[in-house]
């Protein structure tokens, strides 16, 4: 049933729609599960991930490339990699639930730090990574980086090819 879900997600994701999942809340103590169950404090909180706009993207792939992993599979490299990036991936989870200019709460951070499995962090990062539509901006900078190339030539009338036709040398 997860893995609908998750397939689920990462298409949605892939179409530029919003997903949306909740985060269970357990109780801290004795007087929180008394408000949680008269229903003062929620059990649960429903988040969004809507799609990226470009600033949240610039954010996140900065956080990831941040992100340190050996690239050893054996169980103290991945205790190193969780200690090292496993606030920087609440952060990043935490941009694409605000997807606004500003940073979002550490209050949200911590609560995506101490509610989330490791499974569900696995799926939200993957969904997340996915609305990044990085294929999409790359080429965006190409088709830019074509552009500018032809603007250069059309500018630069000294470094045309006499057979080039509209090119001053050609008389």
Known sequence: MEKINVLQGVSDAVTQETFYFEITIPPTDRLHALLQRWKIKPE???????????GSAMRISKLMIDVEFKGSVDISSMTE??????????????????????EPSQALVDLLKWNLSAAELKTLTSIVIKSLNIES??????????????ELKAT???????????????E
């Not at 496993?86 to 989870?93: L, P």
Request: hydrophobic fraction near 45%.
């Open 81 to 102: 990699a969780l200690h090292a990036s496993g606030d920087k991936m609440a952060q990043v989870i935490g941009i694409a639930i605000k997807n606004r200019k500003a």
């Open 137 to 150: 901006f790359l080429t965006t900078i190409i088709l830019m980086k074509g552009v500018n190339v032809l």
């Open 44 to 54: 649960k909180r429903t988040f969004k991930i809507a799609p990226l706009t470009l």
């Open 156 to 170: 630069k009338p000294d470094e045309m090819s006499p057979s080039v036709p509209g090119s001053i040398l050609e």
